[in-house]
């Protein structure tokens, strides 16, 4: 494992040059705030409308994108993965010759979505958590890790230029470690579909149904099953399985040892490596650029049922009464 930190940064690499951030969404804004707040000349790049009016409000330059990139030594492209093929499209005859183009997830690059200018450096710099958090810990002083990979380097100063904007958006402070276009996508695409965003929900949603047909109050499922996993992921986040066990109960010990392994369980992991498995061989990629191409009728159906489910209506109600939660400070 290559881990790059702060003293591992070429302090010239970037120094005088402009990036030019395209799009202002969740990893836009905070990046483009930290590398302004890091001292680099940021211009945003994004169509009139909400999001150029919030970058401008938050003290931003901000122009059309076709503008923004004239000049600019580094583009990041941090539009939604679905619109960044057209985007790059309509871009790449007036990006800067030797200029460097960046992605926070691989994706489009190595799934040819996008198949880059030849004299651009190609780099990717991908924090491992969402654009919220990589603001609030750049200016509580601290970072989130990224991981770093260079798919073009004409100019043999890719890496250089990539570690510059990490450092920039707080990722040295902890831990920028070395990957590949292919690693991050697929190992990203997994995570979220099979364990972060896909396994946790389901397994929290399907562990409430159980509770609430058993005769139990929807308001205690809630609670057991969704409200207290923060407790344990902070834990896990914090110290990993050695903490989660220091600090939960003999029993609940005692209980995970003996029963989770009959709830995900070799048949679960079998069904991982399924997954894993469309993924490398872009199966999910297809599916995904062609849902997005037909409308995402699919998509829209399934994300409607998951939103009308019971948990989200207990969880509405019982979330009320907590409103810190709504600003993210316990």
């Given at each position: 494992?290559?881990?790059?930190?702060?003293?591992?940064?070429?302090?010239?690499?970037?120094?005088?040059?402009?990036?030019?951030?395209?799009?202002?969404?969740?990893?836009?804004r905070?990046?483009?705030?930290?590398?302004?707040?890091?001292?680099?000349?940021?211009?945003?790049?994004?169509?009139?409308?909400?999001?150029?009016?919030?970058?401008?409000?938050?003290?931003?330059?901000?122009m059309?994108?076709?503008?923004?990139?004239?000049?600019?030594?580094?583009?990041?492209?941090?539009?939604p993965?679905?619109?960044?093929?057209?985007?790059?499209?309509?871009?790449?005859?007036?990006?800067e010759?030797?200029?460097?183009?960046?992605?926070a997830?691989?994706?489009?690059v190595?799934?040819?979505?996008?198949?880059?200018?030849?004299?651009?450096?190609?780099?990717?710099?991908?924090?491992?958590?969402?654009?919220?958090?990589?603001?609030?810990?750049?200016?509580?002083?601290?970072?989130?890790?990224?991981?770093?990979?260079?798919?073009?380097?004409?100019?043999?100063?890719?890496?250089?230029?990539?570690?510059?904007?990490?450092?920039?958006?707080?990722?040295?402070?902890?831990?920028v470690?070395?990957?590949?276009?292919?690693?991050?996508?697929?190992?990203d695409?997994?995570?979220?579909?099979?364990?972060?965003?896909?396994?946790?929900?389901?397994?929290?949603?399907?562990?409430?149904?159980?509770?609430?047909?058993a005769?139990?109050?929807p308001?205690?499922?809630?609670?057991?099953?969704?409200?207290?996993?923060?407790?344990?992921?902070?834990?896990?986040?914090?110290?990993?399985?050695?903490?989660?066990?220091?600090?939960?109960?003999?029993?609940?010990?005692?209980?995970?040892?003996?029963?989770?392994?009959?709830?995900?369980n070799?048949?679960?992991?079998?069904?991982?490596?399924?997954?894993?498995?469309?993924?490398?061989q872009?199966?999910?990629?297809?599916?995904?650029?062609?849902?997005?191409?037909?409308?995402?009728?699919?998509?829209?159906?399934?994300?409607?049922?998951?939103?009308?489910?019971?948990?989200?209506?207990?969880?509405?109600?019982?979330?009320?009464?907590?409103?810190?939660?709504?600003?993210?400070k316990?």
């Amino acid at each position: 494992m290559r881990l790059y930190s702060q003293k591992d940064v070429d302090k010239k690499a970037l120094r005088g040059a402009r990036i030019a951030v395209l799009g202002y969404g969740s990893q836009g804004r905070a990046h483009a705030l930290n590398l302004h707040d890091s001292g680099f000349d940021v211009v945003v790049g994004v169509r009139k409308g909400d999001s150029f009016n919030k970058a401008k409000k938050d003290g931003l330059k901000v122009m059309e994108p076709k503008a923004a990139i004239v000049g600019a030594q580094l583009v990041a492209m941090l539009v939604p993965d679905m619109t960044q093929k057209a985007l790059y499209e309509e871009l790449e005859d007036d990006f800067e010759k030797g200029a460097t183009l960046l992605f926070a997830h691989g994706f489009n690059v190595h799934f040819g979505q996008i198949k880059p200018r030849k004299d651009l450096d190609v780099v990717l710099i991908a924090p491992k958590g969402p654009g919220d958090l990589v603001r609030r810990q750049y200016q509580q002083g601290r970072g989130v890790p990224c991981l770093i990979a260079v798919e073009q380097n004409p100019s043999k100063k890719a890496k250089a230029n990539a570690l510059a904007y990490a450092d920039g958006i707080g990722g040295t402070r902890g831990g920028v470690i070395e990957t590949t276009f292919k690693e991050e996508t697929e190992t990203d695409l997994f995570g979220e579909q099979a364990v972060l965003c896909g396994g946790a929900t389901e397994l929290v949603v399907k562990g409430y149904e159980t509770l609430v047909e058993a005769g139990y109050q929807p308001a205690v499922a809630y609670y057991e099953c969704l409200h207290e996993l923060k407790l344990i992921v902070d834990l896990l986040h914090e110290g990993g399985i050695t903490k989660m066990h220091k600090f939960i109960s003999e029993t609940a010990k005692y209980g995970d040892l003996t029963r989770g392994p009959r709830v995900v369980n070799k048949a679960t992991k079998r069904e991982m490596k399924k997954i894993l498995t469309e993924i490398q061989q872009g199966k999910f990629a297809k599916q995904w650029i062609s849902e997005t191409k037909t409308g995402r009728k699919k998509y829209s159906k399934l994300l409607k049922a998951d939103l009308s489910h019971s948990i989200e209506k207990v969880g509405a109600q019982l979330r009320a009464r907590m409103p810190w939660l709504e600003s993210g400070k316990a």
